[in-house]
């Protein structure tokens, strides 16, 4: 070590010579011997403690054995003190189930009688920094170490002090085991811990004292995942399966807590939303044909949801984490909906020729469920006829028209033939009569029909019978297109009703849901 000095003394000896020369040029002969006075004391002190370190290093170090444990008796026990600072909270992989710290092993001392030594005799040196491969330490180990370092990889230099204590505080990188408990993943809390104790030396010839009950926080860097909820350490001492002897071991307990910001905004929101999508399954109408469409999206959406969330928790069978059932249950409503959906557009499309309206279809979905619903049906639009009867006016005119010009002459001779049809009574159902001022109804659709007296009967002709029958065959059309729209709108209108029954079922049940999601981790107070 005394040849690190040899620059700087000699730098410091042209300095004092160049100082002097000037002091002596400008006449002041007597400062310059002072300062060159000054500047050969401090040199000799330097060099004297250069010296006496030298000297403390071959007397300590002379006849030393680095593998033989500190104490003069092999019955003594060799006291080390220990503490734990945590500077770093690296990572918490939950698939490999590990913990990630930087630490450094604080106030690792003991006390070592053959590094003693009188401080009077040595320069008046009360401490030394040796490396540490030159001394003894303390197999202290990491018990659940996970990545195969169970000690300390970085051998820093140790701190002695004249009365033979050493002072050891290397930093380390850990990997220690962890069992991840993911239920209620990502709002979870974990307890972790870091068990360190001698390896190979037990109770007996190494013993651990506890410097302080928690671990040191103060040099301790935010993690932006983790938050560190308590650390505190025990002293334990436990007997092996092993061994029988009894060896001794510090364990500190890591309480923390996951920041669920990060997967609040990227995981949890966008899949509330896409449940959302469900419910909106049945309020998009059927006529659009999108309905199937959107209850695949939303089931392909989940699914990449759900394998995002497999590659973020551990592969265990022990427990499944919370979003993950909700996933998992939305997954199967939307199934559900899928189902639901195909039925609705069944009954949707259903028509008079391939089904009958039940009557107790008839009298609940389209009688009490939709008030309890509040759905109002809207009153069908005016049609063509304006009574229960059907007035055929267009005929009428038709008929007024030819009558004007064409039939009254050939009435007048037709009344003297022998195909002359009267029209009292109309025994044919199918026959029609036209009244003194015009109108034509149809017997079938005139429930308040009163035969016509014998003064008000008209003569029709041939031809004027078969345009009557043809009036009566679009009219008997007419009726039954009417009356099968009215049922496929009555089939519609119940596919809208079970449209509406399972929207409000799904709002719901997801309501229900999402409250299962947050409920339980409140009430764990882990949010």
Known sequence: MALVYVPLICVALVCVALVCMALVCMGLVCMALVCMALVCMVLAQRGSRTQAEDRLFKHLFGGYNRWARPVPNTSDVVIVRFGLSIAQLIDVDEKNQMMTTNVWLKQQEWSDYKLRWDPAEFGNVTSLRVPSEMIWIPDIV????????FAVTHMTKAQIFFTGTVHWVPPAIYKSSCSIDVTFFPFDQQNCKMKFGSWTYDKAKIDLEQMEQTVDLKEYWESGEWAIINATGTYNSKKYDCCAEIYPDVTYYFVIRRLPLFYTINLIIPCLLISCLTVLVFYL????????????????SLTVFLLLITEIIPSTSLVI?????YLLFTMIFVTLSIVITVFVLNVHHRSPS??????????????????????????????FHDSPGLKLNP??????????????????????DENICTCAGFPDASMGILYGHGSL????LEPEFKAPSQDSEIVLSPQIQKALEGVHYIADHLRSEDADSSVKEDWK?????????????FIIVCFLGTIGLFLPPFLAGMI
């Open 285 to 300: 109408p059927s006529e659009c044909g999108e309905k199937i469409t959107l209850c695949i999206s939303v089931l392909l």
């Open 493 to 505: 209108y119940v596919a809208m009703v079970i449209d509406r029954i399972f929207l409000w079922l």
């Open 354 to 383: 391939t089904h009958n309206m039940p009557r107790w279809v008839r009298g609940a979905l389209l009688g009490r469920v939709p008030q309890w619903l509040m759905m109002n049906r809207p009153l069908p639009p005016m049609e």
């Open 142 to 149: 990491l018990y659940n170490n996970a990545d195969g370092e």
């Open 395 to 416: 005929a009428y005119h038709w008929l007024e028209t030819n009558m004007d010009a064409e039939g009254r002459e050939e009435t007048e001779e037709e009344e003297e």
């Open 441 to 444: 109804h149809l017997r079938a």
């Open 321 to 325: 984490p919370l979003i993950g059932e």
